[in-house]
């Protein structure tokens, strides 16, 4: 054995620069969850065919509600598919959360940590793979939700409202999911993900529109950001007199939620990385 | 200043009211390869843990590599590889997929990372298998894709955290061959384990961690010839069991063997054997087997801890975790 | 060497009814406190079909004047039927996936290997679940009336409300328990769930079926959720009589026996395979 050797050797690469390493690693991070949702497809069915269910059964046993006067749409689908959308990219937000939990329970994420890559892309990695798959998931619900007969309002631009939402609400969903599997670590941080995205959803304007609730459940919406993001979500399927049409007041107002909401969980996520050594 | 490349001083981790760790020194030379040796439970994980950035030290302080591992771990991950105990694999990607994650995660540029990657795998003779999801390798290879993992940077410092629980002797012994070759390259190991064996064959010196603290260190020949006396062990009749025995309590303290066999750790030495012999000739003791022990590391261990580490070695199972963060349980389960 | 006769030893007693019944007793015993020392399991069963309800009673509250509605006071007492089915649907998973756990992990061969009546394990299991479904019923029933959920028929509306919830128990809780026997992992049985919320939301226990259209009317029709629903539903919307009681009682009872039949021969099945 040698124990007189220098200890000078450099590593390959002393001062390589960071910030292009950043990108170089979020990019990798986004192939490692693209690789894990083609080889394990099984994991990735049930956030496909959940926001499908979801838009069939309630469009249909919710079907007696375009009938109320003052309803947005007098298509039931055009209603629901946003919400199932909805559903389907936040859960796929929070199971960037629970996959994070597998990856700290079994030790790849020290890996990661051990690293000198930026934390940055220990995060922006997996949440572009989140959004590439949320994508794909808007096209089903989208293509599911045409042959049950939703119709947009406003063309193109009735997707593209609907698929921002969804990217956002992925987004918060993500950041949410990450910084709590950073501080629980393990399975109880699921839990609690999914209770509260739940709560989030429901108690907006999820199922029915304002004018349409009552009591409590008014006031909760009313103030709850998520019911901006359902309106920019359905603007473009609402009826063309509605007063929620595609419009830019009836966009910005969920645009900020998304911009701010995000901001807010992903910092949250990249400050409980941050503290993950302690 | 000392330019040791793995420096701690009177490193403290506490978890809650579990004091994991309670302040140890290191000072590892370059080129050394370094046992750490303990028990499950005993520290050896969260000390490493800390010498690798991944846990904040309560109290003291660490320069791995040069750097300080709290202030500028950002430099120490630089130039340490780290193959960690149940070498956590996505078991989904392949050999070659993961070791692409792992360079550019080092920065290492496009060009440079291919033909690094193939010469790790070509090193670790995982080329074959390089393009087969890791859930397909054996236990074996799973630790020597770990190795080539933690290479790929071509770090001066490797930690091996237990890089053979588990494994069966053939891939044992082909890890250990691995871990020779690099220290000759001039890589600085410092290696837990919790098997004696690995220990006296890898390591230049050793430490004892035993309840979050160093209990002995230096190189294995020295501790051995610290505990001192040979033990010299015989075999007899059963009727003449005591007869033999009180001639051997005149050379020493009685330390019986197994299976009925008589032992007494020689306070004069080995040279006392012949003496020995013939007292007993003389006391009309017929000896059927007889046999001189040199003190193990064993020995030094239980010297040092007041208990054996024995059985460690024998059944390494599969589940066998090793030792737990207590207040975060479950940090690193067997993939 | 002496002879010797072969003697049963005395403490135990020989197969009888009345031994299978304590027997019985002691394992719904087990069961049941099971279930109340994990509330992590029992209290989503209860909590969620609460929210759901008030969420609904919220969302909906508008839509009970539309054509097709029956008459009511509230959203509330339109859905507290539906309600009582959901969480007993959903509780009787946990039972079966007690069941399973047990085959996963040894206790059932331990009851097999004991000289325990056979089909003490299977109703053991169920009388346990069927409490719930029971108490469950109590709970939604109690909680919800204040709240405008009246039920027509009374205080023996209720009793024959809580009775239909336990048989909805027995009854899920059997079908529950043949894919626990079938396959004997817990995870199969968790992996029904979807299934039963499939059935559920393709039933009529959120909305009347005269208000639904088309092929999704046709298949809440002959979805056996409805009609196990709507037996609840009579008695809290049109008062206690005979017809609407019957209703209740019956089609459950029903489904509860055809289940047991088939969870009885799962048992049988797996006990010839051992």
Not at chain 1, 112 to 128: A, E, F, H, N, Y
Not at chain 1, 246 to 262: D, H
Not at chain 3, 173 to 197: C, I, W, Y
Not at chain 3, 200 to 206: E, G, K, N, T
């Amino acid at each position: 054995m040698n124990t007189n050797a220098t200890p000078t050797r450099a590593p390959m690469l002393t001062a390589f620069d960071l910030r292009s390493t950043t990108g170089r690693s979020s990019w990798q991070l986004v192939k490692r969850g693209l690789i894990n949702t083609r080889r394990l497809p099984s994991a990735f069915f049930p956030a496909l065919a959940m926001p499908i269910f979801n838009m069939i059964s309630f469009s249909g046993t919710f079907f007696a509600l375009t009938k109320l006067p003052g309803f947005p749409t007098d298509r039931s689908v055009n209603w629901f598919m946003p919400l199932g959308l909805a559903m389907g990219s936040a859960f796929s937000g929070v199971g960037l959360g629970f996959s994070l939990i597998r990856d700290l329970e079994n030790g790849f994420f020290d890996r990661l940590r051990m690293s000198p890559t930026s934390r940055i892309s220990l995060i922006i990695g997996p949440v572009l793979a989140t959004w590439i798959r949320v994508t794909l998931i808007a096209v089903m619900v989208f293509v599911a939700g045409t042959l049950l007969g939703a119709r947009p309002t406003a063309g193109v631009m009735s997707y593209i409202c609907s698929w921002v939402a969804a990217i956002g609400i992925s987004t918060i969903g993500a950041g949410w999911g990450l910084a709590l599997a950073f501080r629980f670590q393990d399975m109880r941080g699921a839990a609690v993900m999914q209770l509260s995205i739940f709560l989030a959803m429901f108690l907006s304007t999820a199922q029915v529109p304002l004018n349409v609730m009552t009591g409590w459940l008014h006031t909760a919406a009313r103030i709850n950001p998520v019911t901006n993001i359902f309106r920019l979500a359905r603007a473009g399927w609402v009826n063309a007199d509605d007063p929620g049409h595609l419009s830019w007041q009836n966009a910005y107002g969920g645009l900020i939620a998304i911009f701010v909401l995000s901001a807010l969980t992903l910092v949250f996520a990249l400050r409980s990385l941050q503290k993950i050594d302690n | 200043m000392n330019n040791s490349p793995i420096i701690a001083e009177n490193l403290v981790r506490h978890f809650g009211d579990v004091h994991a760790v309670k302040g140890i020194n290191l000072d590892i030379k370059a080129g050394e390869v370094f046992g750490f040796l303990g028990p499950n439970g005993a520290g050896k994980s969260t000390a490493v843990r800390m010498l690798t950035t991944l846990l904040r030290p309560t109290s003291g302080s660490a320069r791995v590599a040069g750097f300080d591992v709290v202030t500028e771990a950002d430099q120490v991950r630089r130039n340490i590889g780290v193959a960690l105990q149940d070498a956590a694999i996505d078991p989904l990607m392949t050999g070659a997929e993961l070791l692409a994650l792992q360079g550019v995660l080092y920065g290492i540029p496009g060009s440079a990372l291919k033909q690094r990657s193939n010469e790790l795998l070509e090193r670790v003779g995982l080329t074959a298998a390089a393009s087969r999801r890791v859930s397909t390798y054996s236990g074996g290879m799973r630790r020597r894709l770990d190795l080539a993992l933690s290479l790929i940077h071509q770090p001066s410092v490797l930690f091996l955290d237990e890089p053979t629980t588990g494994l069966d002797p053939m891939s044992r012994l082909t890890l250990w061959e691995e871990v020779r070759r690099l220290n000759r390259e001039g890589t600085t190991v410092m290696l837990t384990t919790q098997y004696l064996e690995e220990a006296d064959q890898l390591a230049d010196r050793i430490a004892i961690i035993d309840h979050g603290k160093i209990v002995r260190e230096g190189k294995p020949a020295d501790l051995k010839a610290g505990v001192g006396a040979p033990t010299l062990i015989i075999n007899t009749n059963t009727d003449q069991v005591e007869k033999a025995n009180a001639v051997l309590s005149t050379f020493g303290d009685l330390r019986p063997g197994a299976e009925g066999a008589l032992g007494v750790g020689l306070r004069g030495g080995a040279a006392q054997v012949t003496e020995v012999v013939r007292k007993l000739d003389e006391a009309g003791v017929r000896v059927q087997h007889l046999e001189i022990n040199e003190p193990s590391l064993d020995d030094v261990f239980a010297e040092a801890t007041g208990h054996r580490l024995e059985g460690a070695d024998n059944a390494p199972s599969a589940g066998d975790n090793g030792e737990e963060e207590p207040s975060k349980k479950k940090r690193r389960g067997r993939k | 060497m002496t002879d010797v006769v072969a003697t049963p030893p005395t403490l135990i007693a020989e197969h009888s009814i009345a031994a299978a019944f304590r027997q019985t007793i002691a394992l719904a015993k087990r069961s049941t406190l099971e279930l109340f020392r994990q509330p992590a399991l029992v209290v989503p069963s209860i909590i969620f079909p609460l929210f759901f309800a008030f969420l609904g009673n919220s969302s909906f509250g508008r839509t009970t004047s539309l054509p097709g509605f029956p008459k009511v006071n509230s959203y509330l007492q339109f859905q507290l039927a539906g309600t009582i089915t959901q969480g007993v649907l959903f509780g009787s998973v946990t039972g079966a996936a007690a069941l399973a756990t047990d085959i996963e992990n040894g206790f059932f061969y331990r009851l097999l290997a004991a000289p325990t009546a056979r089909t003490s394990i299977l109703f053991g299991r169920l009388a346990g679940s069927t409490l719930f479904g029971a108490l469950e019923t109590a709970v939604f029933v109690l909680v919800l009336l204040p709240f405008g959920a009246d039920v027509s028929a009374g205080l023996p509306g209720i009793i024959a409300m809580i009775l239909s919830g336990a048989l909805i128990a027995l009854a899920v809780g059997a079908l529950m328990s043949s894919v626990a026997l079938k396959t004997g992992s817990a995870e199969a049985v968790q992996g029904t769930f979807p299934l039963l919320f499939i059935l559920l939301f393709f039933s009529s226990a959120f909305f009347p079926r005269e208000t639904m259209s088309g092929a999704y009317k046709t298949i809440a029709g002959i979805n056996p959720i409805s009609h196990l629903v709507e037996g609840l539903r009579a008695l809290s919307l049109e008062g206690f009589s005979i017809s609407a009681t019957a209703r209740a009682i019956l089609v459950p009872l029903a489904i509860a026996v055809a289940a047991l039949l088939v969870a009885n021969r799962q048992l049988q099945m797996r006990l010839r395979a051992n």
